[in-house]
């Protein structure tokens, strides 16, 4: 680390609450019987009596039903035991008419006959029956082997009447919010037609992107406790997030949800020595995910098969990864130290290059991007960033050695860039220098910092950038933003395919919003009050008829849907 820029270095938060949750699991088994009183002492010759008298738990295990996912124990139940019977059938048992639970004795479970009643309950009312064992509902025979255990997270009764009226009531709040789209465009154009000419700066472009933006909505919401950077496979429906697991001693872990089923979550543990997970990105094509860690590590993990199916080495920490946006076998990682390494997937012991940067500062940012025309064929871009500046890399070609985007060096010290994936729109973020900020403060009053755990927050800028060809680069625009003076922020930019009036989406520091800012002008043109502060990562994606930009604020992920039209 003594290479390392000390206005560059990260600190990575210490979590405070680092206590295990450890939940009493009660076993059936050696529970004594406490239902004494519901034994009949007279008659103990009945063969068929001690033959069901004598089914363990273990066996009513052994005919359990296949397992669903768990969510809750019944908690939230008591709220709607207020409520009439018509609203609380299906959560309560039938014969105690308390809430039943996914665990423990009063655990959901079933007879044959499909009727469903907490364990305890009807494991009482099947033993004080001497002759007549039948179900309390249907009168059906049944005996204790029969009852079968169910793993659910709520069992209610489907309304059909209900759900066509949740469906007539969504048809029409669609139709509202259709109708109200038109009046909102109005409003919004009014607002910036009203502007004075110098300081517009739009036209018939920024228009009509106001019109298309109207179709951002919020899709799901997710609160993930230690999440820190994450990635969406929109052609897959797959959500996967590295999160610091709690009480595990700086461990991480992945957890992937589908976008289908959001209920659907599957924790995947990393190996302790992968250490914290600095980036996440997937394939475009082949439902794979790169992994960059501190621990020195670049995992490739097959998200089909929630395996690892590489693991390369790498001569120092991880801090950012992309996938070739050409070829699927190529991968690159950006190291601590500086360096760019290129691995070929048909190389599983070390990458086939690596190449020292322009200064040993970390590569924060990574992005493979599209050649442009003047370039021979098979050569491969990479743009990347480091506290001197953004730079691209042309590999295959006659010179591989990294070119520094001019005047990118002049404007502080790069924290962070983003590139769009189908255009050349490209934006770098910038935070000042010790001696730029020191020379500011004794010459002008500079606005109060807003302070949390994680550093203050410090006027920096955005500059636009676009790429016209080959190691050349035209700056378009630049805007004052409010930064933090030791994170590293996330920033994305959302390009809208057959439109030409792309967004620009970052944190504001001071404000704690995330702020959409048209390209290349970089005019603020919306703001998102996130619930939570700082955000942590900002990622956008393409799908197959939709795109979808996720913000992870904290430890809440909000993905928000972009209907192409």
């Given at each position: 680390m003594s290479d390392v820029n000390p206005a560059f270095y990260i600190y990575d938060d210490v979590e405070d609450e680092d206590v295990v949750v450890?939940?009493?699991?009660?076993?059936?088994?050696?529970?004594?019987?406490?239902d004494d009183?519901?034994?009949d002492d007279e008659d103990d010759d009945d063969d068929d009596e001690e033959d069901d008298e004598?089914?363990?738990?273990?066996?009513?295990v052994k005919n359990k039903t296949t397992p669903l996912s768990i969510d809750d124990d019944g908690s939230g139940i008591e709220e709607l035991m207020s409520k009439d019977n018509n609203e609380i059938d299906g959560l309560c048992c039938p014969i105690c008419m308390e809430p039943w639970t996914s665990e423990g004795v009063h655990q959901v479970c079933c007879l044959p006959c499909g009727h469903?009643?907490?364990?305890s309950c009807i494991q009482k009312w099947i033993r004080q029956r001497q002759s007549s064992r039948k179900c309390p509902q249907c009168k059906r025979s049944c005996s204790l082997k029969d009852v079968r255990l169910l793993y659910a997270s709520r069992i209610v009764v489907v309304d059909e009447e209900l759900q066509k009226k949740v469906q007539k009531l969504e048809a029409k709040c669609a139709s509202l919010d259709t109708k109200n789209v038109g009046c909102c465009m109005f409003n919004m154009i009014s607002s910036f037609l009203s502007l004075s000419p110098p300081s517009l700066h739009l036209g018939p472009l920024a228009i009509s992107h106001f019109f298309f933006w109207f179709l951002l909505k919020q899709l799901k919401e997710f609160n993930i406790e230690g999440a820190r950077v994450f990635d969406v496979d929109a052609s897959g429906q797959v959500l996967l997030i590295a999160r610091r697991l709690t009480g595990m001693g700086g461990l991480f872990g992945l957890t992937k949800i589908s976008l289908?089923?959001?209920h659907d979550r599957l924790d995947m543990q990393l190996p302790?020595?992968?250490k914290a997970v600095r980036d996440l990105r997937f394939s475009p094509r082949d439902r794979l995910l790169l992994v960059a860690s501190l621990g020195k590590k670049l995992s490739i993990i097959s998200s089909q098969s929630n395996t690892t199916v590489l693991t390369y080495d790498l001569p120092a920490a991880a801090w950012s990864c992309s996938w070739d946006i050409s070829c699927s076998n190529y991968a690159y990682a950006g190291l601590q130290n500086g360096m760019l390494l290129v691995f070929d997937m048909r190389q599983t012991r070390e990458p086939v290059k690596c190449l020292a940067g322009i200064t040993c500062n970390p590569i924060h940012s990574l992005y493979s991007v599209s050649p442009e025309s003047p370039s021979p064929s098979g050569v491969r871009t990479i743009l990347t960033a480091s506290s001197i500046g953004a730079c691209e890399w042309n590999f295959g070609g006659v010179d591989e050695r990294p070119f520094l985007i001019p005047g990118s060096d002049n404007e502080g010290v790069c924290v962070s860039l983003a590139c769009s994936s189908s255009n050349s729109n490209i934006v770098a973020s910038y935070r000042p220098k010790v001696n730029m900020l020191n020379k500011e403060s004794a010459s002008q009053a500079v606005p109060t910092p807003s302070t949390n755990a994680m550093g203050n927050s410090v006027v920096g800028s955005h500059v636009s950038y676009k790429r016209t060809s080959s190691q050349c680069f035209q700056k378009l625009g630049s805007t004052c933003a409010n930064v933090n003076d030791i994170r590293l922020p996330k920033s994305a930019i959302v390009d809208i395919r057959n439109n030409d009036a792309p967004l620009f989406v970052s944190g504001d520091e001071a404000r704690g919003e995330i702020t959409l800012q048209l390209l290349p002008s970089l005019l603020t043109v919306q703001?998102?009050?996130?619930?939570?502060?700082?955000?942590?990562?900002v990622k956008f994606t393409h799908g197959s008829n939709s795109s979808i930009l996720g913000c992870l604020c904290d430890d809440i992920l909000k993905l928000y849907s972009l209907k192409l039209s």
């Open positions: 450890v939940e009493d699991v009660m076993d059936l088994d050696e529970e004594e019987d406490d009183e519901y034994e004598a089914v363990s738990t273990a066996a009513i469903i009643y907490g364990l289908v089923a959001p302790s020595n992968t703001h998102l009050t996130p619930q939570k502060f700082p955000v942590r990562d």
